[in-house]
């Protein structure tokens, strides 16, 4: 409550008329759409300071089904917003206080987002701490690339909770139906993968033969002008389609592993490695009927791959295509289903990776009880290695601030990406409160 509070202390220092406005922030894409806002207050005046507050306080906790019946996750949060407007400038703070029962070192208070807007006519400059969300696929990455995971927790989290900010400048100018966005991010931000043991959701190599250690920091591209991210997007939002083309020069967020053998051959050392890659990406959105089809592509210009042992990463071209579906036949039902194609080009003999490799995610819900009641199965299938993972949930909202759900998620890998997690299987229980 200590955070709230000193949230609070601004609002209470502004000497303005004020009301409750309950409307959403003009730049609301960028706050998470789960928090309702409180209280907006305002004085008469365009140009006088604006304060908006909102926030939620919610509380996780899952078990292991499979084997040993032990904790997965145990955490608490709070999350405070805090929107500053005056004119056309704008401070927008997001902060989490979390208190983890089973990561430890994750406990704590943590800035989400912390950036200066300004917007006036057209152009709109974002500069700070903040997420950048590209393309029109759904839980997937294709031309998704500025914004990093953090799969501390794996997919055990909501996957707005997962996207990580960036710490750049973004800038956007609109003329009609077309928006020109620029980015730049000085120092590049990566995957936050866990090693450690103790994490149940730590990466691990099933199939290896002898002890190993992991290192995925001292890999890193050093903090220079040369190694920053920068590319753009141009997107078109007509009445019937919207579509968009982007590049990025950037990094391998997402680290190749490389494995090494030790001086006396008795432990393996896995070290993390990124390099230089370009993305060239479009994506469009179709609205027919009750349907919208979605479609991503994305060619990656040289992108590391992992390599045999005691080799470095190696650069190959890559093509990631997707095709989706949404479907809405009415009486609050949605069907959703999507394909994702990756066909990686050049010599794979010393590589561990399939020429061609494919995720599909399929996604069912149903509310009922006035709306009140939100059944749902969504679920990640890894159609080159046949491993699934699907969650299961059941979400009740007691009123518009109290929401309760209960689920389970279910792990089946021999290979692939979900082997490691193969008994992860888990219940969950989760309550929220926004404010």
Not at 1 to 30: C, E, R
């Amino acid at each position: 409550m200590k955070l709230f509070m000193l949230l609070l202390v601004p609002i209470l220092s502004v000497q303005a008329a004020v009301q409750i406005d309950n409307t959403l922030p003009a730049d609301s894409d960028t706050v998470s759409s789960e928090c309702t806002p409180q209280e907006t207050f305002e004085a008469s005046d365009d140009n006088a300071l604006q304060v908006q507050v909102k926030g939620f306080l919610d509380t996780y906790h899952a078990v292991r089904t499979e084997g040993r019946a032990d904790w997965m996750a145990s955490r608490t949060r709070a999350r405070g917003e805090l929107k500053l407007e005056k004119g056309a400038a704008s401070l927008f703070l997001s902060l989490n206080a979390t208190y983890n029962g089973i990561l430890k070192e994750r406990t704590g208070l943590e800035l989400r987002e912390a950036y200066l807007s300004y917007a006036k006519g057209n152009f709109d400059l974002r500069v700070g701490r903040q997420i950048v969300v590209w393309g029109v696929a759904d839980a997937l990455r294709v031309t998704d690339c500025v914004s990093p995971f953090d799969y501390t927790e794996f997919l055990a989290q909501d996957y707005d909770d997962i996207r990580m900010p960036v710490n750049g400048l973004r800038a956007k100018y609109t003329r009609g139906s077309v928006t020109l966005e620029a980015v730049c991010n000085p120092v590049a931000d990566f995957f936050v993968l866990p090693t450690d043991e103790r994490n149940p959701w730590a990466i691990r190599l099933p199939s290896a033969t002898l002890p190993y250690t992991t290192d995925l920091e001292s890999g890193k591209p050093e903090k220079k002008i040369k190694n920053m991210e920068f590319g753009g997007r141009a997107s078109v939002n007509l009445s019937g389609i919207d579509f968009s083309v982007s590049a990025l020069r950037t990094w391998n967020k997402l680290p190749a592993l490389c494995p090494a053998l030790s001086g006396d051959g008795r432990t393996l050392h896995i070290n993390g490695q990124y390099r230089r890659m370009t993305m060239l990406g479009a994506d469009c959105s179709l609205p027919v009927g009750q349907f919208v089809l979605r479609a991503e592509v994305a060619e990656y210009i040289g992108e590391a791959q992992g390599s045999g042992l005691g080799q470095n990463a190696v650069r190959r071209n890559t093509l990631n295509a997707l095709a989706g579906v949404d479907w809405y036949p009415g009486n609050d039902w949605n069907i959703s289903v999507q394909y994702c194609h990756k066909y990686t080009s050049g010599n794979l003999a010393a590589l561990s990776i399939y020429r061609n490799a494919g995720l599909a995610t399929a996604r069912l819900s149903k509310e009922l009880l006035h709306n009140t009641l939100k059944l749902s199965t969504f679920a990640y299938i890894d159609v080159a290695s046949g491993g699934i993972f699907n969650r299961l949930s059941a979400s009740y909202s007691l009123n518009d601030d109290i929401e309760l759900t209960a689920g389970y998620d279910y792990f089946h890998a021999n290979k692939g990406k979900f082997a490691m997690y193969g008994k992860n299987s888990e219940a969950w229980v989760k309550m929220k409160y926004s404010f």
